[in-house]
């Protein structure tokens, strides 16, 4: 379970900073930045990352 919320949490932070920069709110000299299909791409990763941090939130051992 540890596992899965590690691998969602960072799939959660690089899917936001992606939005970011496809918004062109995170500035930089990145090939990335002011480019919608990355903030697509972004958007669709933090679905994923939610999907898989409720999951595993989910099934949780029960102490």
């Known amino acids: 379970m540890r596992g ?3 691998v969602a949490l960072a799939m959660l932070a690089v899917g936001l900073v992606w ?6 709110v995170l500035r930089g000299s990145s090939f990335m930045v002011d480019d919608l ?3 697509a791409i972004g958007a ?6 939610g999907i898989i941090a409720i999951s595993a939130w989910r ?5």
């Open 44 to 49: 669709i990763l933090v679905v994923v990352g």
């Open 37 to 39: 299909r990355w903030a």
């Open 4 to 6: 899965r919320v590690i």
């Open 19 to 24: 939005i970011g920069q496809g918004l062109g």
């Open 59 to 63: 099934t949780r051992p029960r102490a």
